[in-house]
């Protein structure tokens, strides 16, 4: 299985340069997720949108945020994030609005995957 970035107005805004990630529980180790990190920075939240992997994670951008429940890992449980509203409030982009996980503190540990590499 191989993954196509994705591209679109949120990737450009954050300077067009996107990797992917594996993200693992920080508790037990497990993959909980293979996320798309546009631009520069900490992890700190996780767009619904930018996740490849597993598929009960994928899509959830469609829904609303009542309908979203926390974040947990799927192996052991502990808290990984909960969903919400991120909502730029400063620069160009001012207004714009995607669901989200806020990521607890020393939750995930990320690390940076090869693209074309089987998940
Ligand atoms: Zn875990």
């Excluded at 951008?61 to 979203?68: F, I, N, W, Y």
């Excluded at 991120?86 to 990521?103: I, P, T, V």
Aim: proline residues 5%; aromatic residues 10%; neutral net charge.
């Amino acid at each position: 299985m191989s993954f196509q970035l994705k591209n679109d107005q949120y990737r450009e805004h954050r300077g067009g340069h996107s990797r992917l990630l594996d993200l693992h529980c920080e508790q037990c180790e497990s993959r909980v997720a293979i996320y798309q990190k546009d631009g520069p920075g900490e992890l700190k939240y996780v767009y619904l949108d930018r996740i490849f992997f597993p598929d009960n994670l994928t899509r959830l951008e469609d829904k609303s945020l009542e309908e979203l429940s926390a974040w947990d890992c799927s192996d052991c449980n502990s808290p990984l994030g909960v969903p919400f509203i991120f909502k730029k409030d400063s620069g160009k982009y001012a207004g714009e609005e995607r669901l989200a996980f806020r990521l607890f503190a020393h939750a995930i540990v990320k690390k940076p995957r090869n693209i074309s590499s089987a998940p």
